[in-house]
């Protein structure tokens, strides 16, 4: 089955890998932070593009609520409708 010689080893090596891989992201993104100032322009225009994002996702959010309540609508009829044993031909 397993060996518990190579477990030790085996979790200490990929333990290690996983430290140096944190490591190497956490001073990659302290860089990248340190490199783009509040002052630059282009910070800006991003700011302004992730406004628009939100607003955009915020009312597909709202359109999608309304596609559902309609939905729940038109079932909630439906299952009346059947419920009550119409029989009126539809055209």
């Known amino acids: 089955m397993t060996n518990p010689e190579l477990v030790v080893p ?3 090596i990929v333990a290690t890998v996983a430290l140096i891989t944190v ?3 956490k001073r990659s993104s302290s860089a990248a932070r ?3 100032s509040t002052n630059d322009p282009s910070f800006a225009r991003l700011d302004e593009r992730i406004a628009r994002l939100e607003q955009a996702v915020d009312v597909i959010a709202v359109e999608m609520e309304r596609i559902g309540e309609s939905q ?3 079932t909630r009829v439906l299952t009346e409708g059947q ?3 119409s029989s009126t031909p539809r055209t």
């Open 83 to 85: 419920a009550s044993g």
């Open 34 to 36: 340190s490199t783009l």
């Open 10 to 12: 085996v979790l200490a």
């Open 72 to 74: 729940r609508f038109l």
């Open 23 to 25: 490591n190497r992201f």
